[in-house]
């Protein structure tokens, strides 16, 4: 009995330091605009912001309005005019200071992101790492945008400049909080943009630090601001007139409204979308890592990941053995307390999303699916956490293609296992999608990886493994995923605009 208190006792305390820290930080306005916390001067309304590990109210934020957003742009407008005269080597080097100071104040971030996100916080300090990687490539990059030179007709010549866009706007979805934001403010800013960023509702908190700690390394006040709010702050930003480009990523249904209202103003758009990717599992792969490859292609952030691999195609003859070993492990995965080293999944972002994540195991089983294991309501033991919103890892079987489970993104833990016989057959039945975000191929035959690779319909493709997005490999969809490419030296193109400028050395030359 008291080696059981004691083990609450220390939860209890891990749980109070991290309370302390999330509620110390809502003392200030969640707004960041031209480098300090601003309350919203004219909020339309407010929203809560929970702590999906417990269900406790963290804060309510005012959604921030159309006056809010004016000053926001304004300021980023105002920013722009210095920012975008320094050189890519000053900038660069303010990106690079930003990466080593966030290195520093890793842990405090992770565990904030864990509060905010409900996600565990190895993953978490992951996402930094992402963000740190981030910063330190497009710092390396920003002296390296130039433009061209071409030589004409008797001496005259032309050069194709590279500016930057303007003021840019970032949207955020609530899987990869902070990640999002850095994958979109290193980039933008390394080509001389500035950003106004709205985080999603459900989770504001990293964005905020994020801004805080530009400012603390010397990036200019206004190259980085943040306004909350729900859809309705969005739409503020992406009808403004004074917005040269927006960063979306989200759901397809809001990725279209978005690039409705973008077509408005003919600015330029970025849409980082959904997902139902295919995992093709083939007979001589080897084993233990495709269990594993599933497994990561499915769990992380409880599931909640664009990307993710959670239609799983097992060749026939190794049907039971993957089956047998994939649900053993993920029957052993200690969910629980995401602030807490060794747990391996967290609690999912609200008590709505976790019940349509269990309708929607619900359904499947009333299409004719079978469940493994999970899908089910969870409670953690530690009391504290009995108002959290946890639930099981699924692994559903029989899915048939027609099936709902098997057409819509659930964006949450829930496996999908398909049989198939012939490679044909997988490609074909992996690329009937209107996605295309990723898919992925656990093989040993080098040339079947590779044929696989150019006939899946997906804008990343993963060979043995899965959800790994190292920097420099551009990351976005085909098909109704997405336009565009982050994370790599592509997501420049999509920062800058070209300008071509014609040198005339001799006479006009003229009819009239
Ligand atoms: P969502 O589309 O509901 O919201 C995304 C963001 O858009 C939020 O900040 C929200 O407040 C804002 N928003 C809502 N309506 C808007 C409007 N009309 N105009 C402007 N902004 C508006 O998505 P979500 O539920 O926050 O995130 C989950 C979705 O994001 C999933 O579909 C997931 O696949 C996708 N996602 C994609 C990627 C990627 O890189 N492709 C990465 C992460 C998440």
Redesign the pocket.
């Known amino acids: 009995m008291l080696r059981i208190n004691h083990r609450l006792l220390n939860m209890a305390c891990v749980r109070e330091q991290v309370t302390r820290a999330a509620s110390s930080f809502f003392e200030k306005p969640l707004n960041f605009v031209d480098g300090v916390r601003v309350d919203a001067s004219q909020p339309t309304h407010s929203f809560v912001v929970e702590e999906p590990a417990t269900g406790k109210q963290l804060c309510k934020c005012p959604s921030s309005g159309q006056e809010d957003v004016n000053k926001a742009v304004q300021s980023a407008r105002e920013a722009f005019k210095s920012w975008s005269q320094l050189s890519g080597l000053e900038r660069g080097r303010l990106l690079q200071k930003a990466a080593l100071k966030l290195r520093e104040r890793q842990e405090e971030f992770a565990r904030m992101e864990s509060v905010d996100q409900g996600k565990p916080l190895w993953e978490s300090r992951f996402d930094i790492e992402t963000v740190i990687d981030g910063l330190e490539y497009f710092a390396g990059l920003a002296p390296s945008i130039t433009g061209d030179h071409l030589p004409l007709q008797g001496g005259s010549f032309g050069i194709v400049k590279r500016e930057p866009l303007g003021v840019c706007v970032g949207?955020?979805?609530?899987?990869?909080p902070v990640q999002?934001a850095g994958w979109k403010s290193a980039p933008a800013l390394a080509c001389g943009n500035t950003m106004v960023y709205?985080?999603?509702?459900f989770t504001p908190i990293t964005t905020v630090m994020l801004a805080e700690l530009y400012i603390e390394v010397g990036i200019p006040k206004g190259v980085f601001n943040v306004v909350q709010g729900?859809?309705e702050t969005?739409?503020f930003?992406?009808c403004h007139p004074g917005v040269d480009k927006v960063s979306?990523?989200?759901?397809?249904?809001?990725g279209k409204?978005?690039m409705a209202?973008c077509a408005l103003g003919i600015k330029h758009v970025t849409l980082?979308?959904?997902?139902k990717s295919p995992l093709l599992i083939f007979a001589d792969a080897d084993m233990e890592n495709a269990v594993k490859g599933a497994m990561m292609a499915n769990f992380l952030t409880q599931g909640e990941v664009?990307?993710n691999g959670t239609r799983v195609f097992v060749e026939r003859s190794i049907k039971d053995e993957f089956v047998e070993k994939l649900v053993s492990k993920t029957k052993g995965m200690k969910i629980g307390d995401p602030t807490k080293d060794g747990t391996m999944m967290g609690a999912v972002i609200s008590k709505e999303h976790k019940e349509k994540v269990l309708n929607y195991v619900q359904g499947a089983k009333e299409q004719g699916a079978k469940v493994l294991c999970g899908g089910e309501s969870f409670t953690p033991d530690d009391p504290a956490l009995s108002g959290g919103y946890y639930m099981t890892p699924c692994i559903l079987d029989q899915v048939e293609d027609h099936m709902t489970v098997a057409k819509e993104?659930i964006?949450g833990p829930v496996l999908s296992l398909f049989t198939f016989d012939t490679e044909e057959e997988a490609v074909r039945r992996a690329n009937d999608s209107e996605f295309g975000?990723a898919a992925g191929v656990f093989t040993n035959d080098l040339k079947r990886a590779h044929r696989l690779s150019a006939q899946l319909e997906a804008g990343y493709v993963w060979v043995n493994n899965f959800n790994l997005n190292p920097v420099g490999l551009p990351?976005g969809?085909f098909k109704q995923?997405?336009i565009g490419r982050?994370n790599a030296a592509a997501t420049i193109t999509q920062f800058t605009q070209q300008k071509s400028v014609y040198f005339e050395m001799g006479d006009v030359d003229c009819p009239y």
């Open positions: 949207i955020g979805p609530w899987n990869y999002m709205k985080p999603s509702q729900k859809g969005g739409r930003l992406t979306f990523t989200g759901s397809v249904p809001t409204k978005v209202d980082e979308l959904g997902g664009c990307c993104e964006f975000l990351f969809g995923s997405g982050e």
